[in-house]
């Protein structure tokens, strides 16, 4: 009985050091990987950069795309962009050809169609990346003459400076606050909670002691921004009246008085040797981002329901109203000159998220590069709610864009920026704003934002790499594609056109937010349009000295134009704006 007993034991020992040999081999091979892992990160990194970065790789088409039809080539655009035309063109669920080609068509080209934007999305610039490309573009140095003047109450209800606000959550100084506030043409500039900065005029709050101004700026550090619920103010450089110059004094035509005054809450301001320039200062000082010119008299106020600014008259009778007003008919002696002044409009700053969880989750659906971002400011500024986003973009939450945190399911956001359109995807949300902008214009802003990052652009030897004609020819397919997908396998659809946005603004904003099922006031809704432009936008509209799309190019993209205008005929949406359709 020992002997057997004996044995048993000897085995377990055996077997318990098996088990610890096997478990430190795991350990060590799982640590080799990890190391090897982590020396390829290292050597990415440590990689000296080309001085033309180059853009990745498009991957080729999946194995089940090329069976029956030829490959993609550069030169070469035929394809799986013949298939989508062909699926625009008369198209209808259930149809012939929708049973002959639907399933393998559509998995095989989803395969694909998930590849391209799981190499989109990792080709999102990082931080090291943008600072790069931040540091390549010139800036202008300022020399500052302003000071410190103290820490100040501060909340959302009662703010202690109500003019611009400015949000950078990675980079904010206080010199860039200042810069920003004195091109905008406040004395003014405050900082708080280390990344927001607001512009004024006024103080309108108490003074408290220095030490509870006691957070360091994002971008500065050891250099105080403010504190919670405190501001910081400093005075931005003085100049003499007369000698400002301001970027974004725009004039914005001339309009007839509105009937009943008092309700545009229009300021009259008393000048002598009036001039268009110390009206606009006049109402810069006073914090409107309005100045009206009717010689001899100034007067500062917001656009509003009863001055909507929509109908310019003639601009004969504002010339001719500031000439010789006392030998004018009194119908000519009603006409406003009007310019819009850099002051933010401040009516629809405020933002949070929704008090409520929301039971419903709708989409912000677009192509990369058809200005979803833009959309976004406006529906946050219409609406005064965050829009939240299915990725994860910090050059974006750093600007101010707080949704961009948020888990994208979590009902706290008025809706969801995705890129996304696979059928799984597309049916995982109750509704879907699917905005729409022209192939032309969105692939070449998708190519500028791969180049030079949200607010660059490329140069003319991007457009003339190798890489053009080959993110063309594979990214119009999936513009086409993804607005199919919508349309077919979204619940609730609103189409929203980029360019009718930019012409019709108001009515658009309107149309959007009874869609959100979100009750907006005119006020704001004009406030918005006032703003429209934001801290987020490319400057200018540099194009590149050539015209970048070759006649192949024009052929496979009209051909997917004329696909998806028919697709929206279809399902009794309005088709796409003239512009985009071939001439």
Not at 516 to 533: F, G, H, I, K, P
Not at 535 to 545: D, E, L, N, W
Request: glycine content about 8%; hydrophobic content about 35%.
């Amino acid at each position: 009985m020992a002997k057997p007993l004996y044995r048993l034991q000897r085995f377990l020992r055996r077997a318990q050091l098996f088990l610890l040999f096997l478990g430190v081999a795991y350990i060590m091979a799982g640590s080799v990987l990890l190391l090897q892992r982590a020396s390829l990160v290292v050597t990415q990194r440590g990689a000296t950069s080309p001085p033309l970065p180059s853009l990745p790789s498009i991957p080729s088409p999946p194995r089940a795309l090329e069976l029956g039809m030829p490959p993609v080539r550069v030169g070469g655009y035929g394809g799986r962009s013949s298939r989508i035309m062909a699926r625009g063109q008369g198209y209808q669920p259930g149809s012939l050809l929708d049973n002959r080609t639907g399933a393998r068509w559509l998995m095989s080209r989803n395969l694909e169609i998930r590849q391209l934007r799981r190499r989109w999305f990792h080709s999102l610039m990082t931080e090291k990346d943008m600072s790069q490309v931040e540091r390549s573009t010139p800036r202008r140095n300022v020399p500052h003459k302003g000071s410190y003047i103290g820490c100040f109450l501060d909340n959302s209800k009662e703010r202690a400076l109500r003019g611009s606000v400015f949000t950078d959550f990675r980079k904010m100084t206080s010199t860039m606050c200042q810069d920003t506030c004195l091109a905008s043409g406040y004395q003014f500039a405050g900082l708080e909670y280390g990344s927001e900065c607001y512009c004024g005029n006024h103080i309108t709050s108490l003074r408290v002691r220095d030490k509870e101004c006691n957070l360091d700026c994002k971008g500065e550090k050891g250099s105080l921004c403010g504190g919670v619920g405190r501001l910081s103010v400093f005075t931005v450089e003085d100049v003499l009246p007369g000698q400002r110059r301001y970027r974004n004094v725009r004039y914005r035509g001339c309009f007839r008085e509105p009937e009943n005054s008092s309700s545009t809450s229009l300021v009259h301001v008393l000048q002598l040797n009036l001039t268009s320039q110390s009206c606009i200062e006049a109402c810069m000082n006073k914090e409107f981002p309005l100045a009206m010119l009717r010689s001899p008299d100034c007067f500062c106020g917001y656009a509003t329901p009863d001055f909507t600014l929509h109908e310019p008259a003639e601009e004969d009778h504002c010339s001719q109203s500031n000439t010789t007003e006392a030998s004018l008919p009194s119908t000519l002696q009603h006409f406003y000159q009007v310019y819009q002044t850099p002051v933010q409009d401040s009516r629809c700053t405020e933002k949070k998220f929704l008090p409520e969880k929301s039971s419903s989750l709708v989409a912000l659906s677009s192509f990369p590069g058809a200005g979803n971002t833009w959309v976004r400011h406006l529906i946050e500024l219409a609406t005064g709610y965050y829009t939240g986003s299915y990725y994860f973009d910090g050059t974006l939450y750093n600007r101010g864009f707080k949704g961009e945190k948020d888990y994208w399911k979590s009902g706290r956001t008025i809706c969801v920026k995705t890129h996304e359109s696979g059928r799984r995807e597309i049916e995982m949300y109750d509704s879907v704003i699917l905005l729409i902008r022209s192939p032309y214009r969105s692939l070449m802003a998708e190519f500028n934002r791969k180049c030079a990052g949200h607010l660059g652009y490329a140069s003319d030897q991007h457009w003339k790499t190798k890489e053009w004609p080959e993110f063309v020819s594979s990214y119009a397919s999936w513009w086409a594609s993804h607005v199919l997908d919508w349309l077919q396998f979204g619940q609730r659809v609103l189409v929203v056109h980029f360019e009718e946005l930019q012409t019709a603004l108001v009515p658009r904003l309107r149309s959007i937010a009874s869609f959100l099922n979100t009750t907006v006031t005119e006020d704001r809704l004009l406030c918005a349009e006032s703003n429209q432009d934001g801290h987020f936008k490319r400057s200018g509209a540099r194009q590149p000295t050539f015209d970048p799309f070759t006649p192949d190019m024009r052929g496979l993209i009209d051909g997917l134009i004329r696909a998806v205008d028919q697709a929206l005929r279809d399902r009794n949406h309005t088709g796409l704006p003239l512009e985009y359709l071939p001439r």
